[in-house]
């Protein structure tokens, strides 16, 4: 690869009124070099005012957009922009997101390394956003990708799409989205699962490349999509990767897969009946509110794993 190769950056939109600006204003404004990028929106159905300020833009600006009658997700948004960008190094952010100047240069600078073949921001919260208890784990916590060191290969879990660049030729070798994946994460797990696969010393973190989220999610929120993931997407992901069952605690729960061996017990199978229970979430949510941080973290993770095993649990009835 060229020391400074062409870099094409990904952005799905849909209904980014409040952001969208923000998010290309920022990428417009890099000191990598002009010719050497490409910017594509794929504006995947909005039903705001998305399109009309990424024309608005456009007008004092050179990007491509790409317009979706309906929405369509964000797999299918993102291989319709991976299908139209020609570049060696592509970088994927959400239109969310707000870059610093050397973001596009720090990720070439990761690929320029032997053995890179993905690198995944450091996510930091926008000043814009409400800084709760919830905000602080998401963007100071142990976790994610931050819990491993900067030069150690990164495991698929940790390895979002919102905030993260490949090389083409992984593309290449493993093929686009799975665009029947519409829920929560789902898309982001299964194509880091079949990088990983590919290339599994390949991905990395990038702890010094920093990009600020301006989006406020609320924990009860996210608990709600943390179990619709777990009910739509887990079942799927273990039916076609057996293999990923444990990562998502299916050995707290009586679920059986062909061919695959889980070790479960009957200390697991019941605390995972105690854990799905509403109530115990209910208590668990309510303890959360009085701890403070980070002590907070750990009940945090208490309650993820709460809706997810719940999710999963009720794909089964």
């Known amino acids: 690869m060229k020391k400074n190769p062409k870099v ?41 005012k998305t399109l009309q300020i990424l024309e608005s833009i456009q007008s ?14 964000l797999a299918t948004a993102r291989n319709k922009g991976i299908e139209k960008s020609t570049g060696e190094i592509l970088i ?24 890179v073949y993905g ?52 593309i290449e070798n493993i093929g686009l989205m799975n665009s029947d994946i519409k829920i929560y994460g789902g898309e982001d797990t299964e194509f880091a699962y079949r990088i990983w696969v590919k290339y599994p010393k390949g991905l990395f973190y990038g702890e010094d490349i920093f990009v600020y989220h301006h989006h406020y999610r609320k924990l009860s929120r996210v608990l709600i999509l943390i179990e619709k993931f777990g009910n739509q997407v887990v079942p799927m992901l273990i039916k076609k990767y057996p293999e990923l069952a444990k990562i998502y605690g299916i050995d707290f729960i009586k679920y059986s897969i062909p061919n695959v061996e889980l070790k479960s017990n009957f200390f697991k199978v019941l605390a995972g009946k ?44």
């Open 274 to 317: 105690i854990i799905k229970k509403v109530w115990f979430q209910a208590f668990v949510y309510q303890l959360f509110k009085i701890t403070p941080f980070p002590f907070s973290n750990f009940l945090v993770r208490i309650l993820m794993a709460s809706a997810l095993i719940r999710g999963i649990e009720s794909s089964l009835e």
């Open 119 to 170: 690198v995944v921001s450091c996510i930091k919260a926008a000043s814009d956003i409400i800084y709760d208890k919830y905000q602080r784990y998401i963007y100071e916590g142990n976790r994610g990708a931050r819990k491993f060191p900067a030069n150690n290969p990164l495991p698929f879990h940790v390895f979002i799409f919102g905030l993260t660049s490949i090389k083409r030729e992984v």
């Open 60 to 73: 004092l600006n050179s990007f491509q957009i790409l317009s979706l009658k309906n929405n369509q997700g």
């Open 92 to 115: 994927f952010l959400d239109s969310d997101m707000e870059v610093e100047p050397d973001f596009v240069k720090k990720h070439v600078e990761k690929h320029n390394c032997p053995g």
């Open 8 to 48: 094409s950056i990904l952005i799905p939109a849909y209904n980014s009124e409040k952001t969208i600006r923000i998010c290309v204003e920022s990428v417009f404004n890099q000191n990598y070099p002009e010719q050497l990028r490409e910017i594509i929106v794929i504006n995947d159905g909005s039903t705001d």
